[in-house]
């Protein structure tokens, strides 16, 4: 595989250029474009990187490298742009404008026309006019090759200041058509320049220096003062900061940290200086790894986008041939004069171009994806930015997800009357060895409630984990087990007794565990685990966007039915296993769009199923980042709304360039048809249309939640981009 950083390459009319000049390359299996970040990807095998940056360089173009594992954004930061002189197309503008003064009040001599307009087009237009004999030597009807040819034709039937205008109208749209799109790459660019590039590192003697951030390995002991950024992940050895998690997260408010606590690189120090132990390097960092999932997205095609792209590749060659046939048939069936025919022809030749059509999809994917990265939502792809404003239905887990996910021990009670004190000390001990091999939370709330009472746990042999039912083992050589009631009742062991205090304590919300041998249950523990504050106001939001709730869960029917009253879910569904789970998102894919919201591992099944997978709380955990469709960063449900209204919105604005661009393409062919448009105006509707396009497909930028409470809130700052 070979990566290539064009510097020229920022259009489809590049990527036109350079696919029909190495697609048939030897060894050239495929070609991956990312026209915002200007990276071309060849798959090959065996063949010669040389030649293929040869062939690259013979259409005009400059080739660099990129080495594996640099970002094309941090690459595209060393690499120099040539600064663009406005000087020469403000002359060129106004020489043209003499030419055609000149032209239409018949000023000066005979030859004062051509000879202005000839002079405008040496001073801008000879690149275009390279680039169009490139593009017709490599057979591609590009913008610069319709452009050439119209600008010839129009030289060759005397409109000399007219083909001097439209160079130069040209030349100066393609210039703003450059900056806007330069404006929607520096939204990644923003995201990494949150990471300093130096860092203040301990050395052996034990000075503290400043070095750059790319050389501090793992382990090494960092320290950042008030008001720096964090440059490296790591966790906290000294100190109690107050850390601004926004660029990661999302989350508006600063987080008090404490010894042991996770720091992210690029957030903010507000108060407290504090050292902490690097455990990533640079590019390995969690901004680093949102920045490389950001990147494929980018690159990758949203469906909106390949529809447009086939539309394109018939469209432009259907026109050109309705301009041949206009200027061969438009004097025969019309009685007209040939040379009115071919200017017609000229003028449908400008409008053939369907650049604005083309690089409307990805600047309005691009844009809505760097929104929700710095919103703290890491979209995978831009399919799933779409997809999104169809969701009908969004399933959640229970545990972490809409709790807090820290459940406590509420009550525990041997089920022997009779039990004296050792009794209820061996039986939490039983309990306590069980849990403590367990990594559910229900589990982890039973072991920390015994640790509390100072009880040791015993080795456990024999353990063996039954999903959505409990864990068993064998202590001191007796057979113990801890599950929920699922587990009781596929043992045989649920007596009406125990299923009457099963039932009062799950009523009340609680999840039930119990402790039993092989003969009989010996304990039950209740534990409850809190609604987060935010579930509750997130749940209704998306009720608001005509979105239905599900909650699937593994914990009892009643505890799961008390928690979806408190929150308002519109359907809930207990003691399900992971397969269960499964067929509950089947079921209800058959009417809509459904999307699974979890922790990325427990819930793999589901998740995997769901049309779109929310990770919750992704931050620093590489399993969600790199397996979810759609990352949360933090533990904030209230992003499911603000996702959903962010995909609406790049719908919406999608769909608006999408008309605009055909609209205006319609509207001038009739003009031209008609004989009311003339090159010039043709050039400003195609290169004006492309530059609405990229403005409007930028404002998606501004669709990014609140970090303070006296700006504009979530919804209406995502709802103005759709507006």
Known sequence: ML??????????????????????????MALDFNLMDRVLTIHHH???????????????????????????????????TKRERWWPVVLAALIALGAEASHWFAM??????????????AMVGLPTWRKGMVALRHRTLNINALMSVAVTGALLIGQWAEAAMVLVLFTLAERLEARSLERARHAIRDLLALAPQQARVQQACGDWHEVPADQVTIGSLVRVRPGERVAL????????????????????????KTMGDTVFAGTINRDGEFDYRSTRVANDTTLARIIHAVEQAQASRAPTQRLVDRFATVYTPAVF?????????WPLLFAGAWLDGIYRALVLLVIACPCALVISTPVTIVSGLSAAARSGILIKGGSFLELGHRLAWVALDKTGTLTRGQPRQRHWQPLSPDADAAERRRLQQLATSLS???????????????????????????????????????????TVWLGNHRMVEELGLCSPDLEAQLNTWERQGHSVVVLGDTQRALALFAVADPLKATSREAIDDLHQLGVKTLMLSGDNAASVSAIAREAGIDEAQGQLLPEDKLTAIEEHA???????????????????????????????????????????MDDDLRKLPTFVRLSRATRSVLVQNIAFAIGIKLVFLVLAFSGHATLWMAVFADMGASLLVVANGMRLLRAMPSRHPQQTSPSAAVASAGS
Do not use: Y
């Open 3 to 28: 990566r290539l950083r064009i510097q020229e390459m920022d259009c489809p009319t590049e990527e036109a250029l350079l696919r029909k000049a190495l697609a048939d390359q030897p060894g050239v």
């Open 46 to 80: 065996d063949a010669a990187p040389d030649a293929l940056q040869a062939s690259v360089r013979s259409l005009g173009m400059t080739p660099v490298t990129i080495e594996d594992g640099d970002s094309a954004s941090s690459r595209d930061e060393a690499i120099p």
């Open 108 to 121: 000066g001599t005979p030859w004062a026309p051509p000879l202005l307009a000839l002079t405008a087009i």
């Open 233 to 256: 992940d790591g966790e906290i050895v000294r100190g109690n900061p107050v850390l601004d998690e926004s660029p990661i997260t999302g989350e508006s408010l600063p987080r008090d």
């Open 321 to 329: 041939g309705l301009a041949i046939a206009t200027a061969l048939l």
């Open 436 to 478: 403590g091999r367990s990594n559910h939370p229900v589990s982890r709330a039973v072991h920390d409630a015994a640790k509390a009472d100072d009880i040791v746990a015993s080795e456990v042999d024999s353990f063996t984990e039954h999903p959505g039912r409990g864990v068993q083992g064998v202590i001191d050589g007796q």
């Open 590 to 632: 058959r009417h809509g769009v459904v999307g699974m919201v979890g922790d990325g591992i427990n819930d793999a099944p589901a998740l995997a199923r769901a049309d779109i997978g929310f990770a919750m709380g992704a931050a620093g955990s590489d399993a969600a980042i790199e397996t979810a469709d759609v990352a949360l």
